[in-house]
């Protein structure tokens, strides 16, 4: 038998749940070229900026094959040609220069005697100052066709050249990765040395101190019942003591999902704050599991009775209340029920007593006798 009693009542959706750091940094390759082999180790500590990750150097360039090294020879050939051209044009414009400033002299001392015109020693300063005009401009092609030849040979550079590193300068020095965030590295995707293309992704880094989460995937049915800001008990996550939480988002999207017996569910992710300080949760980390208990619905004062007592009778429930060691079939109202306390709001007064577990062949009115247990 059991009692009707005053209490406390709270109902729960329980599942299982996993942690997560709520913001993670993935850091890639940011160009293509020979990932070194990765020092840093799961649950290392790094400081966005200043700890470097790991390292990668350039990959050299691709094999040439005949007729691409063929045409490569050509172009650099063609821009050696294009230089000695740029070359012939600056010494012309150079004695052409000289030529119009002797010419301007000449003609500032014939006009100081009265010979020439103002207009003639006009005409010899144009000329002097285009001519000087024309060696800028050839210097300049010079520069112009100098790195056309640079460019040129460059198509030259193969993977099998020894001269690459000294040719472009530190090209070939290690290219440090630092970390993006505080944090920890969570875990290390690419460990061993290998050749990656550009934005291949490399570790993960998260900070689980002061961002960890949980993520619970709910049924649909139980999900609609979730609000935000409901509070959320954590329990079997290996630590002392239960840790408390916050649903913080329900997602408005449904995925499916099958069960371990092949049954296709609607399952809905709610995100869930902790609140507990985090010393209380040390240890804890990404990808843990969890079990939580989402309140969904709480009393402190309310009127209960045992779920086990409870059956169906003509489309309502009904107990078997036990008075002057008689069994009354009395037919009640219930409120909440989370499977062990169900709320009565009707039917029953507090401190009576009722059967628990009734049998098929108890009936009402029939004398009963609390069973007692050595």
């Known amino acids: 038998m059991g009692e009707v009693m005053r209490g406390a009542m709270r109902l729960t959706i329980d599942d299982e749940g996993r942690t997560r750091v709520q913001d993670t940094y993935i850091v890639s390759t940011p160009v293509a070229g020979q990932l070194q082999r990765v020092s840093v180790q799961p649950g290392d500590p790094v400081v966005r900026g200043e700890t470097i990750v790991a390292l990668m150097r350039p990959s050299n360039p691709a094999a040439l094959d005949v007729r691409t090294r063929e045409q490569a ?34 003609a500032e001392k014939l006009f100081e005697r009265g010979v020439y015109s103002d207009a003639t020693l006009d005409l010899a300063r144009q000329n002097a100052r285009v001519m000087q005009a024309n060696v800028d401009t050839a210097e300049a092609a010079i520069s112009m066709r100098e790195a056309g030849v640079v460019n040129a040979q460059a198509q030259l550079i193969g993977f ?80 002392s003591k239960d840790l408390t939480g916050e649903v913080m988002r329900v997602e408005p999207f449904g995925l499916t999902q099958y069960s371990a017996l092949g049954v296709e569910e609607q399952r809905v992710d709610v995100v869930i704050a902790l609140a507990s300080p985090p010393e209380d949760y040390k240890g804890l980390g990404h990808g843990f599991r969890v079990e939580t ?54 039917g029953l007064s507090e401190g009576e007593r009722v059967i628990l577990y009734p049998s098929s062949g108890l009936s009402d009115g029939m004398r009963v006798v609390e069973r007692t247990i050595e």
């Open 73 to 106: 020879l050509a172009a650099v050939a063609a821009a050696e040609a294009a230089l000695r051209v740029a070359r012939a044009d600056l010494n012309a414009s150079i004695a052409n220069r000289d030529y119009a400033q002797t010419e301007l002299a000449r």
């Open 293 to 346: 208990k989402i309140i969904v619905w709480e009393s402190k004062d309310t009127l209960i009775v045992p779920a086990s007592a409870l059956f169906r009778s003509h489309n309502s429930w009904a107990v078997f209340a036990v008075s002057a060691g008689t069994a009354q079939l009395r037919e009640i109202e219930i409120g909440k029920n989370n499977g062990i306390q169900a709320q009565v709001v009707s």
């Open 160 to 239: 099998e050249d020894r001269g690459l590193g000294a040719f472009i300068g530190n090209g070939s020095d290690d290219i440090p990765l630092y970390a993006p965030a505080d944090g920890r590295i969570l875990r290390v995707i690419q460990k061993s040395e290998t050749s990656l293309p550009a934005g291949t992704p490399i570790m993960e880094i998260g900070n689980i101190a002061s961002n960890l989460e949980v993520v619970v995937k709910l049924l649909s049915t139980d999900a609609v019942q979730v609000a935000v800001g409901d509070p959320v008990i954590i329990t079997d996550w290996g630590g």
